[in-house]
């Protein structure tokens, strides 16, 4: 069964470090997501791109982070400056369609800002 | 602004036991809830969908029901075991969120099934 698969699994990084965390969608899905999970918090929505382009953003998605689509496989969130606060599981997902669809996460990257 | 509230935070019951998880939501006009599991420091594992149209779905031991109208949602375990011990979710596609069709999630319920 497809998969949307993360890497790594585990990232440890510096305050100030630039950081790229790596998915791949399952490969006919047209809709990509990010999402964080504090620990002991809520899964909170990052930002979601679609045909391209960053369809919707949260607050917390400030000019820290970005996200590509590179080539027609791989899905990126770039945080250029980490903070503590950055420390947290990373969810990608994807759907294939729109809002009546299965959203399909990966297992997540644990970020850990010292 | 929707907003997904889950009860209880925790329970704790024998094995055995069948067992009902509540997620409320603010908003009714949602496309789909969808229910997951996550293990300790894991990720999240879809367990059903259900569309906005559906009252119910049902995977083995576990059914999930849907009131729309009134914005809730239930998660029934039958015949719980210990290998059920996980925090359960409970997320919704808003209709008012425009074309990116994002979750929204509740903080979830920890349950712990005793052997």
Redesign the interface.
Known sequence: EPEVTQTPSHQVTQMGQEVILRCVPISNHLYFYWYRQILGQKVEFLVSFYNNEISEKSEIFDDQFSVERPDGSNFTLKIRSTKLEDSAMYFCASRKGGGYYEQYFGPGTRLTVT | KQEVTQIPAALSVPEGENLVLNCSFTDSAI??L?W?RQDP????T?LL?I??SQREQTSGRLNASLDKSSGRSTLYIAASQPGDSATY?C?V?D?G????????????TLLTVNP
């Not at chain 2, 420091?41 to 999240?44: A, E, P, T």
């Not at chain 2, 969120?97 to 979830?108: D, V």
Request: charged fraction near 10%.
């Open positions: 496309y789909n969808q997951f420091g894991k990720g999240l879809s969908l569309q906005s979710l997320a596609v209709m969120g425009g074309s990116n069709y994002k979750l929204t999630f509740g903080k979830g």
